[in-house]
């Protein structure tokens, strides 16, 4: 995969790409989704400073393709492996970049996955992992902080619903 900037536009922007996964996994007849709770490095005084909820996604690394980026952001960020089922779906982001002084198109793609088992694996990054958890899909909807990814995950829960005969 290109990783280099699109330019759209008089040179005004560029498209970023990122993935993720929504992670799940049955326990005791009952389906548990993965959360996990963030918060920022490199707070600002626009940017969050204060933890939220949301699914384990991140940007592309030079030649990785979606799929391997959201297996790979699965594990680093939430230290689990998981398997790709389908993909969910996509969220658009506009975000204005100050040092080059532009503006980005940002989209994440999302797939469903299902839980295989844990990872050790250690990493850092821009934002701090608070806290890892399994929750029902009620549980799950409340806690997420963008309405973006509860849309996401109850288009999740339909497709997973609707593939369970095969998922068994």
Not at 36 to 61: M, N
Not at 66 to 72: E, F, I, N, W, Y
Not at 116 to 141: C, H, T
Request: charged share 40%; net charge positive; glycine share 4%.
């Amino acid at each position: 995969m290109n990783n280099s900037p699109i330019r759209i536009k008089d040179d005004l922007y560029y498209d970023e790409r990122s993935a993720g996964g929504i992670v799940f996994k049955r326990e005791n007849g009952k389906t548990l989704w993965f959360v996990i709770k963030t918060v920022s490095l490199k707070a600002s005084k626009k940017k969050r400073k204060f933890p939220i909820y949301k699914f384990p996604k991140g940007h592309l690394e030079k030649n990785e393709f979606l799929k391997q980026a959201a297996l790979r952001e699965v594990e680093e960020e939430g230290r689990i492996k998981a398997k790709i089922i389908t993909k969910i779906g996509s969220n658009d982001y506009i975000l204005w970049d100050k040092i080059k002084k532009q503006k980005i198109i940002k989209k994440v793609t999302f797939f469903l996955m299902e839980y295989v088992g844990e990872s050790d694996l250690k990493y850092f990054d821009q934002e701090i992992v608070m806290e890892r958890g399994w929750y029902s899909f009620k549980e799950a909807s409340e806690k997420l902080a963008f309405d973006s990814e509860t849309v996401l995950l109850d288009k999740a829960k339909k497709r997973l619903e609707s593939l369970k005969p095969l998922c068994r």
